[in-house]
Every structure is written in C-alpha cells, then in structure tokens.
C-alpha cells in the first residue's frame, strides 16, 4: 500500500510538477506507514520503534537517491539487477523469511527485462515512477533484513556507488553553495539558508556518472557496466567480511568511499 502511494506520486510528479517539500513530505509518510507495518509483521521488539525516525529518512533519502542517480541509458536498471541479486543472496544465505528472498528476486528479473529497451540506446525510459519505486522498495528490503548494524552496513554496501556518488555530490553542492553565500551580505543569510534547502531537493547534473557521460563523453553504457561492476565487486567483499565484524565491514566500506571521493575529485578538476 505504501509502495503504491509512493508510485502514484511519482507517476503524478512524471507528469506535473510537485513541489519538492510536498513530495518529500509524502514520502516520509509513506515511509514511516512501511515501518509500521513491517515492524508489526515481523513481530519486533518496542525498541525497534524508537529508530523509525532515522529509518523513514533513510528510506526515503534512498528512493531520492535512486532518483537522482537515474540519468543516463542503463544505470538504473543494472543498479537494480546487482543490488537486489545480492539481497537476495543475503536474503538466502540468512535464511530470512521468503517473502523478502521473493521480493528481491522479482526486483531483480524486473530490472532484467526492462534492461534492453533501455541500453544502450533507450526506446523507454524508468521515470521517477520506476527509480522513486526501486529505491523505496530496496531500503524496505534493507530494514527488513537488518538486525544489527553489521547487517545494516553490508545490505548498504550493495548499493554502494549510489550512494557514494550522491553524498560526495551534495557534499559539493553544499560547498559551492557557500561559496556563493559568503559573497552576498548577511542580510540575505537566512534567504541563502533556505535557498540551500531548496536546491538540496533539485535534480542537477553534477554528479560523476554525468560527468564521466556528459562532460567527457563516454558512452552510457560503459559508464552503466562500470557503475555495476564496482557496485557487485564492494557488494561481494561486504558480504564476504561480514563474519569478521562491523570494524573490517566499516574499513573496508571507508577505504572504498576514500577510494571513490580520490577518482571524483580528479574528475571533477
């Protein structure tokens, strides 16, 4: 149900423009109704409870994120594919219940079949309807497999070049916002605060795959395949360190976000 409320906006929002708080705001709500639901089916202990405020965040930062991401022929479809095949793995070798194990695999064969009217030259497009559903849909499957931190962290690691590329970009906008800011005088601060906000909730073109894409015109596709292959290959090693503990799992995930803020730096010069 709160899958469908979230699709139905952004089908919606495909067609018409919907202020970014408003659909944020929608989204948080839905967001929270999931974790209700999926706490309550799951049989969770009270505690649970008190961290749906930073999972409502993180599920619909997610779906944002996988928005955001979705801007050139196949990367959001190959995303799809690697990211829930390796919570389906994770899934299965949890033995977690099979509703999750189902979901996933579905996601995945989903993302499969829409793959070739998409790359590498796109006849159909995912539409905020498609990436806003993927993304929500993958966080639900994240909370709902996660019963620790270490958990928390592998099932992320799988969709690692997503989210390192968009925090390593709003980490840049954020800067060059304040760049801006400080030119002006104080008196317009609080209008540059709320500028910031506003801009935060924008799409852009300044994240690497469209820099690599765009700007330096490599195919879509290669930057697709490339995108898939660093998200399968930090998924594997996640998954693989799991048994050793949170520390190996948050070296080995920094090293990786180091490794990837070095390359977008060059990038980016």
């Not at 930090?234 to 070095?262: D, M, P, Q």
Request: proline fraction near 3%; charge should be positive.
């Amino acid at each position: 149900m709160c899958a469908g409320l979230i699709s139905l906006l952004s089908l919606y929002g495909d067609r018409r423009e919907i202020p970014p708080k408003i659909r944020l705001g929608i989204q948080l709500l839905g967001s929270i109704g999931l974790l209700f639901g999926l706490f309550y089916w799951e049989g969770r202990g009270w505690s649970v409870y008190l961290l749906i405020p930073f999972y409502a965040v993180f599920i619909a930062g997610t779906a944002n994120y996988y928005n955001f991401m979705d801007g050139i022929n196949g990367i959001a479809g190959i995303t799809g594919v690697v990211g829930f095949g390796l919570v389906a793995g994770f899934a299965a070798l949890s033995g977690s219940p099979s509703p999750f194990l189902i979901l996933a695999v579905c996601m995945g064969l989903a993302c499969m079949g829409f793959l070739p009217f998409n790359m590498p030259k796109a006849r159909v497009f995912m539409g905020d309807v498609g990436s806003v559903l993927l993304g929500f849909v993958y966080a639900g499957l994240v909370v709902g497999l996660s019963y620790s931190l270490n958990d928390f962290m592998v099932l992320c690691a799988f969709l690692f070049p997503f989210y390192a590329d968009e925090l390593i970009t709003l980490g840049v906008r954020i800067r060059d916002e304040k760049d801006v800011s400080r030119k002006g005088a104080k008196a317009r601060r609080n209008k540059d605060r709320k500028r910031t906000v506003d801009m935060l909730m924008q799409p852009h073109r300044k994240h690497l795959y469209q820099l690599l894409a765009n700007e330096m015109g490599i195919e879509h596709w290669k930057v697709s395949v490339g995108y898939g292959a660093l998200q399968l290959v930090v998924g594997i090693g996640a998954l693989t360190l799991r048994g050793y503990g949170n520390l190996a799992v948050v070296v080995f995930l920094g090293c990786c976000f180091a490794a990837f803020g070095i390359i977008s730096f060059f990038v980016r010069r």
